[in-house]
């Protein structure tokens, strides 16, 4: 993983919190130069950090007119989803191989948490994000499990671009209980003793996965 000074960190850090707090606005050009005046660094270590932060698909550096928010396009939806399946997937397999193991075991059990609270949730007619909260616990969770920094990172990258329009996927009709659905497919592959298990694990994501990419464009469009 690569090494950042302090001030390229603070910097860094100080963005993505404005960011995922819904502080800068889509379509508005920031200043480099005055943000960061605001934390009182020079533009060398800020600028490394909006380096860090296009690549990780948060901001749009545009020359002669500053930064913006990253506006998702087509492909930029079917790249994140098959991503997503590739991390998710390999850490559900990881899971599912380690389901006896008494730390694999208290995740497994959170997440059936998960699915309780998601359906309790629903039948409650709760908000869509407390019902997306108890959606995106349920990926954390197995995600984290895996403790690999670099995996770990990417999903946040990816959930934090999608989660306004996960929201809205949350809004069609029925599209919550089958999520929940869809969660229960992927956990009773994942805790199941039958051959075949590990396969269906995987592609019992990628079906998840799929789904949702398929609402999600369709919504763009």
């Known amino acids: 993983m690569a090494k950042y000074t302090p001030l390229q960190e603070k910097a860094y850090e100080y963005l993505k919190d404005k960011i995922s707090r819904g502080e800068l606005e889509h379509g508005k050009f920031y200043s480099e130069t005055r943000m960061a005046a605001e934390i009182g660094i020079s533009r060398t270590p ?3 950090a909006l380096v860090r932060l296009s690549q990780d698909r948060y901001i749009d550096i545009v020359p002669s007119r500053g930064f913006c928010l990253h506006t998702l396009s087509l492909q930029d939806i079917t790249n994140t989803y098959q991503s997503r399946t590739a991390v998710e997937g390999f850490c559900a397999l990881t899971l599912h191989n380690r389901r006896t ?3 694999a075991a208290a995740v497994i059990d959170a997440l059936f948490k998960d699915i309780e609270n998601m359906e309790k949730a629903i039948s409650e007619n709760a908000s869509f994000s407390e019902i997306l909260r108890h959606d995106l616990s349920f ?3 197995i995600v984290e499990f895996s403790k690999n920094e670099e995996l770990i990172s990417l999903y946040e990258s990816h959930n934090h ?3 306004d329009i996960a929201m809205k996927t949350f809004e069609l009709e029925g599209r919550p209980s089958i999520a929940v659905a869809e969660h229960r497919d992927i956990l009773e592959h994942m805790v199941s003793e039958e051959e075949g298990a590990m396969a269906g694990t995987y592609l019992s994501v990628m079906k998840h996965m799929d789904n949702t990419r398929d609402i999600v464009i369709k919504l763009m469009s």
């Open 46 to 48: 800020f600028k490394d």
């Open 101 to 103: 193991e008494k730390e």
């Open 139 to 141: 990926h954390t969770r």
């Open 161 to 163: 671009q999608l989660y």
